[in-house]
Each structure stands twice: as structure tokens, then as C-alpha cells.
């Protein structure tokens, strides 16, 4: 008679036990995803396939990109165990050039990984690309006249315009070879600088504005120092 309550007690203590173990765990095969290398502008979609390994349903709380230029959603907030589910996510790369890294977080309802992060990388490419980025005068004497070169290069899909190129220095004067520059090809921009008596210093900008709806206007810095 004294062996039942401790058959019963041993039970619901392996049942207990049992209910405990019992967790979601997130898997993903590829964590990571690689874009290569695209065009600023180019959007990249790409799915994250979420599996659960557990014997639990695993709860997506909580979907969280690095900043506002990616966009994730989850198919379904739960994945029952064995099953597959998808994170879906798209960026933008309007405003980025070089090398690029952007994280969604998951938060989750796994005890080994209440937070599991995916990843977006690749490298982003300029459509336009100014050489030099800023016009460094150096040393000029004054009413001394000097002419720099600005190199504006297409390395978008389709024809770019210039439609205007101006700076507001009284000191500065541009010419250009091209206003229509063809996709992978160059203009050349020649910008003279005469400095006037009553100048001390040389700063300012250069600005240019394009017919490209990401890049409508590119200010270049202009700077340098006078000696009499």
C-alpha cells in the first residue's frame, strides 16, 4: 500500500520533468545573406527560412531591423515543431555606397536564443561617382587664377543629365565637355578659382544637380588658402 503514493510520486515528477524540457528552438540555415554587389538604388529582397527543431511552438514576439531602410516581416508569429516559417525582408539601398551591413533581430520565445539575429550585407556602388569628392585649392595668391578637374563618372543603367552646375562663390567659374553623360562614360567639369584682394580664405561648395531621382543634387566642398 506504501508503494503507490511513491509510484504516483515518481510519475507526475517524470510528467513534470517532462513539460519542462519541452522547448522551441530556432534553426536557420543561412543566417547570413550575401547581395553581392548592386547599384545604389536597387532594392534587395530576400527570405530567411526559419525552422523549429523543438517539440514547443516557437513564438516570433518580435521582428526588429537595424534601421529604417530594411523592411522584415514574419509569415506566421508561430511556427509549430518540425515545421518551416519565413522571414521576409527587403532594403533599400537609396543613400548607401560601400560596404553595407544591416541586422533584423528576432525576438523569440526560445530560452537558448531569446534573440537570434539575421543578417544583410554586401556593397553598394555609387550610380554617380565624383573625382574628387572635394576640391582642395591648396595655396593660391591672390587675383592668381587656378583650374582644378572634376571627373563625373555614370556608372548608373541609363543616360545621366547634368542640368546644372553652379557654386555661389563670386570666385568660382565651371565649364563642362558634356551635359548628357551616356551610361559608363565621363564628363569632365573645370572649375576655376581667382581669388580677390579682399579674400582671407577660400570656402565654399561646388553644387550639381542630375535628372537622377536618387542623386538630384551633389555638393562637392571647395577650399584652400591665400598668400600675398
Known amino acids: 500500500m506504501k508503494r503507490i503514493p511513491v509510484l504516483l510520486t515518481l510519475a507526475f515528477s517524470v510528467f513534470g520533468a517532462t513539460l519542462a524540457i519541452a522547448a ?6 543561412q543566417s547570413t545573406f550575401n547581395f553581392g ?3 545604389e ?3 534587395v529582397d530576400h527570405t530567411f527560412n526559419i525552422k523549429n527543431n523543438g517539440d514547443a511552438p516557437l513564438q516570433i514576439l518580435r521582428v526588429r531591423p537595424s534601421c529604417g531602410c530594411t523592411a522584415a516581416n514574419a509569415s506566421s508569429p508561430i511556427i509549430q515543431p518540425g515545421k518551416t516559417g519565413e522571414i521576409k525582408t527587403s532594403f533599400n539601398s537609396a543613400n548607401f555606397t560601400g560596404s553595407i551591413t544591416k541586422t533584423i533581430s528576432l525576438d523569440t520565445n526560445d530560452p537558448k536564443a531569446p534573440t537570434y539575429t539575421l543578417t544583410l550585407k554586401g556593397t553598394v556602388a555609387s550610380e554617380i561617382q565624383i573625382t ?4 582642395n585649392l591648396g595655396q593660391i595668391k591672390v587675383e592668381t587664377g587656378k583650374t582644378v578637374t572634376l571627373t563625373v563618372e555614370n556608372r548608373g543603367i541609363k543616360p545621366l543629365k547634368l542640368t546644372s ?3 555661389p562663390m563670386p570666385q568660382v567659374v565651371v565649364k563642362t565637355d558634356k551635359s548628357l ?3 559608363g562614360e565621363s564628363a569632365t567639369i573645370l572649375v576655376s578659382v581667382t581669388p580677390r584682394a579682399e579674400d582671407r580664405f577660400l570656402s565654399g561648395y561646388l553644387s550639381l544637380t542630375t535628372d537622377n531621382p536618387t542623386k538630384p543634387e551633389i555638393t562637392v566642398p571647395i577650399y584652400g588658402s591665400l598668400t600675398r
Do not use: A, C, R
Not at 24 to 29: D, G, Q, R, S
Not at 132 to 135: D, S
Open 24 to 29: 522551441p528552438e530556432i534553426v536557420v540555415e
Open 37 to 39: 554587389s548592386i547599384t
Open 41 to 43: 538604388g536597387t532594392k
Open 132 to 135: 574628387p569628392k572635394q576640391l
Open 165 to 167: 552646375i553652379k557654386s
Open 181 to 183: 553623360i551616356k551610361q
